[in-house]
T-cell receptor, first 113, second 116 residues
């Protein structure tokens, strides 16, 4: 129940295309769902996050779609650019006193010019 | 805002020695700090959670006597790897969260530890 399943493991997209990464969870106690972007040798950077009271959140070219009933959420990167090439992690948070993040396994995105 | 720094960014030490890694929240007070470990091409593994002025809570399987965590102030947490061995070589990343903001964690740039 503590797992967050992420797919695909790797993704190749042409410049200008849409990158889609999916995550699924089991524990309905999760109340915060962030996406992180990580470049090699760097720490993860918060990209965008959503709480379960909304079904979609958009920030620039990045959109989170959230399906509470299906317990799934996804990251869409519109107009993908070579600079978006990185590893993306979804995560889920219990909140409360624990406040721990459970991370997905990561998706290595390569955007080809 | 929400900048977290780590020092050093990389360190090489000899087997059997100890090494300390600092994590600082630069523009906010971090009520909770987290330490993660990441192996190449893998996800982040939470090692421990620390609250200012309290003992750290370690995840299952993490040796608390080997990975000493101190959270002495609202802006500083340290991780000391004691009696380091080559298998401790990894990328160590800290994160910090603000009071009253559930879930949000801001990550440092990471520290690459190599034990020879």
């Amino acid at each position: 129940q503590q797992q967050v399943k992420q797919s695909p493991q790797s993704l190749i997209v042409q410049k200008g295309g849409i990158s889609i990464i999916n995550c699924a969870y089991e524990n309905t106690a999760f109340d915060y769902f962030p996406w992180y972007q990580q470049f090699p040798g760097k720490g993860p950077a918060l990209l965008i996050a959503i709480r379960p009271d909304v079904s979609e959140k958009k920030e620039g070219r990045f959109t989170i779609s959230f399906n509470k009933s299906a317990k799934q959420f996804s990251l869409h990167i519109m107009d993908s650019q070579p600079g978006d090439s990185a590893t993306y992690f979804c995560a889920a948070n219990y909140g409360g006193a624990t406040n721990k993040l459970i991370f997905g396994t990561g998706t290595l995105l390569a955007v080809q010019p | 805002g929400a900048v977290v720094s780590q020092h050093p960014s990389w360190v090489i030490c000899k087997s059997g020695t100890s090494v300390k890694i600092e994590c600082r929240s630069l523009d906010f007070q971090a009520t909770t700090m987290f330490w993660y470990r990441q192996f190449p091409k893998q996800s982040l593994m939470l090692m421990a959670t620390s609250n200012e002025g309290s003992k750290a809570t370690y995840e299952q399987g993490v040796e608390k006597d080997k990975f000493l965590i101190n959270h002495a102030s609202l802006t500083l947490s340290t991780l000391t790897v004691t009696s380091a061995h080559p298998e401790d070589s990894s990328f160590y990343i800290c994160s910090a969260s603000k009071a009253g903001v559930s879930g949000e964690q801001y990550f440092g740039p990471g520290t690459r530890l190599t034990v020879t």
